[in-house]
């Protein structure tokens, strides 16, 4: 091959790659542009409204036991949104009205049982209101969140919940994923690297300002390409003392994970993979690691054509390293109907759950739901 054969396949090869990603931050910045309805825009501030929308129903075969069937609402939220004072602050608000009707906790107890698939955990009778926040964007690429909300997590969250690929969110973040809280976060975006940086009163899902101590969250992603990035954090939490036998315990909770995201062909093929551990040390044990809870989710989804999408996912969570026979698996396969992107599909997902105790006991589960959000 030529020099100048070889100068003209690298120059298409790399315009290929432009005309990639310059395609797919257009679609991210026209799913952005859509998202909402202004009801008010003035030099002072902004009003946006959105609602998210989803009814649900949920079939599931257990062994030695009598199959359920429920059809309910999942989700019923009211989103406000808009800026002040030159775009410089900016708010969230979120209300729900199916909140509350929901009633698991984070497995913060140690429990062995893998968690059921619900929309996500909630306290009952947990206020309408979900999240309040102000964004502070004075720091040029750097925004200051106060308030209470999803803090960054991981990819799953915080993220939209009308576009979580499957019905359900990842069997670990069920069991060790930190929800909503009172937080203060700085996050500085470039192009190539993100920092997160925050300060948290730690779960569980409440509205008190409880720990004294607080929690901290590092976290760093690294975007080489448009089309893919990887990040890592690091969370320290400092759960409340608690009496036992008369002697107060302290511990220090620490949370680490990562997290790799490719999509291309303009975001219709997705490959997500995420993993999490916490691990508990305190005085009693002389703060050594009693058995550290892991877990893992690796997701793929192609959009066959404009309108159907198929998925599918593999989840693993063990409560504690240090005991044999608790681990928990689910394999998912699910297709969605994009009749209009993320603002109206219809998702059907089937679960197979098994879960080790003395023998590995296995059953099924089937989500269908109807979602709209704009």
Same mark, same amino acid.
């Given at each position: 091959? +030529?020099? $100048?054969?070889?100068?003209?396949?690298?120059?298409?090869?790399?315009?290929?790659?432009?005309?990639?990603?310059?395609?797919?931050?257009?679609?991210?910045?026209?799913?952005?542009?859509?998202?909402?309805? $202004?009801?008010?825009?003035?030099?002072?501030?902004?009003?946006?409204?959105?609602?998210?929308?989803?009814?649900?129903?949920?079939?599931?075969?257990?062994?030695?036991?009598?199959?359920?069937?429920?059809?309910?609402?999942?989700?019923?939220?009211?989103?406000?949104?808009?800026?002040?004072?030159?775009?410089?602050?900016?708010?969230?608000?979120?209300?729900?009205?199916?909140?509350?009707?929901?009633?698991?906790?984070?497995?913060?107890?140690?429990?062995?049982?893998?968690?059921?698939?619900?929309?996500?955990?909630?306290?009952? =009778?947990?206020?309408?209101?979900?999240?309040? +926040?102000?964004?502070? @964007?004075?720091?040029?690429?750097?925004?200051?969140?106060?308030?209470?909300?999803?803090?960054?997590?991981?990819?799953?969250?915080?993220?939209?919940?009308?576009?979580?690929?499957?019905?359900?969110?990842?069997?670990?973040?069920?069991?060790?994923?930190?929800?909503?809280?009172?937080?203060?976060?700085?996050?500085?975006?470039?192009?190539?690297?993100?920092?997160?940086?925050?300060?948290?009163?730690?779960?569980? $899902?409440?509205?008190?300002?409880?720990?004294?101590?607080?929690?901290?969250?590092?976290?760093?992603?690294?975007?080489?390409?448009?089309?893919?990035?990887?990040?890592?954090?690091?969370?320290?939490?400092?759960?409340?003392?608690?009496?036992?036998?008369? +002697? @107060?315990?302290?511990?220090?909770?620490?949370?680490?994970?990562?997290?790799?995201?490719?999509?291309?062909?303009?975001?219709?093929? @997705?490959?997500?993979?995420?993993?999490?551990?916490?691990?508990?040390?305190?005085?009693?044990?002389?703060?050594?690691?009693?058995?550290?809870?892991?877990?893992?989710?690796?997701?793929?989804?192609?959009?066959?054509?404009?309108?159907?999408?198929?998925?599918?996912?593999?989840?693993?969570?063990?409560?504690?390293?240090?005991?044999?026979?608790?681990? =928990?698996?689910?394999?998912? =396969?699910?297709?969605?109907?994009?009749?209009?992107?993320?603002?109206?599909?219809?998702?059907?997902?089937?679960?197979? @759950?098994?879960?080790?105790?003395?023998?590995?006991?296995?059953?099924?589960?089937?989500?269908?739901?109807?979602?709209?959000?704009?």
């Amino acid at each position: 091959m +030529t020099t $100048n054969t070889t100068r003209w396949v690298c120059a298409l090869a790399a315009s290929c790659l432009v005309a990639h990603a310059t395609r797919a931050q257009a679609e991210e910045n026209k799913a952005k542009a859509v998202d909402g309805i $202004n009801l008010v825009t003035s030099p002072h501030g902004s009003v946006k409204v959105g609602f998210v929308l989803q009814v649900g129903m949920d079939w599931i075969e257990r062994p030695q036991a009598a199959d359920t069937f429920e059809i309910k609402p999942t989700r019923a939220r009211l989103l406000l949104s808009g800026f002040v004072i030159d775009r410089k602050i900016e708010y969230f608000l979120q209300f729900d009205g199916v909140q509350g009707l929901q009633s698991i906790l984070p497995d913060s107890a140690g429990e062995k049982r893998i968690a059921s698939t619900k929309a996500e955990p909630a306290s009952p =009778g947990v206020p309408f209101l979900l999240d309040m +926040t102000l964004l502070f @964007k004075f720091i040029p690429k750097t925004t200051i969140k106060v308030g209470r909300y999803l803090s960054q997590f991981m990819y799953m969250m915080p993220r939209n919940t009308a576009d979580l690929y499957m019905i359900s969110y990842p069997l670990v973040l069920y069991k060790l994923g930190v929800w909503r809280q009172f937080s203060i976060e700085s996050m500085t975006e470039t192009r190539y690297l993100d920092v997160i940086v925050g300060l948290y009163n730690g779960p569980p $899902n409440n509205w008190g300002d409880d720990n004294k101590y607080k929690d901290y969250n590092l976290k760093i992603r690294v975007k080489p390409a448009p089309w893919i990035h990887v990040g890592a954090f690091v969370w320290v939490g400092m759960p409340r003392a608690t009496a036992e036998a008369s +002697t @107060k315990l302290y511990a220090v909770d620490v949370t680490y994970g990562g997290e790799i995201y490719i999509h291309f062909w303009e975001d219709r093929v @997705k490959l997500l993979a995420e993993g999490l551990a916490r691990s508990r040390l305190d005085h009693l044990s002389r703060w050594r690691d009693s058995g550290t809870a892991y877990g893992l989710y690796v997701h793929g989804s192609v959009q066959l054509t404009r309108q159907f999408e198929l998925l599918g996912r593999f989840d693993f969570f063990d409560p504690s390293s240090s005991v044999r026979s608790d681990m =928990g698996y689910w394999v998912t =396969g699910g297709v969605n109907w994009l009749v209009d992107g993320i603002h109206a599909k219809l998702s059907v997902n089937y679960i197979y @759950k098994l879960e080790e105790t003395r023998s590995f006991v296995g059953w099924s589960e089937v989500l269908a739901q109807a979602s709209l959000h704009f």
